[in-house]
């Protein structure tokens, strides 16, 4: 993710890093993200921008896990 599209401080905020790549049934891949990705529009314009590339990822997946990391599950919850 280059700093141009996305901020250190905002890829941090919004927990892009602890994203999970899955593989789905279908063969592509899906990445699985915390549900603040979607609510930053430069996080979530990048995700739009990767997928409009036709790289091997193919969805994104926001995930609310606000209440297990506040119950101290960190970015495991994904």
């Not at 921008?49 to 609310?64: E, F, K, Q, T, Y």
């Amino acid at each position: 993710v280059p700093e141009a599209a996305v901020s250190l401080e905002e890829a941090i905020r919004t927990y892009l890093f602890n994203a999970q790549l899955l593989s789905l049934p279908t063969g592509e891949m899906a990445l699985v993200v915390p549900l603040e990705c979607r609510e930053s529009a430069r996080v979530w314009g990048w995700c739009q921008d990767m997928l409009a590339s036709n790289g091997p990822i193919r969805r994104v997946i926001p995930v609310d896990v606000r209440q297990s990391m506040a119950n101290g599950g960190g970015p495991a919850c994904l």
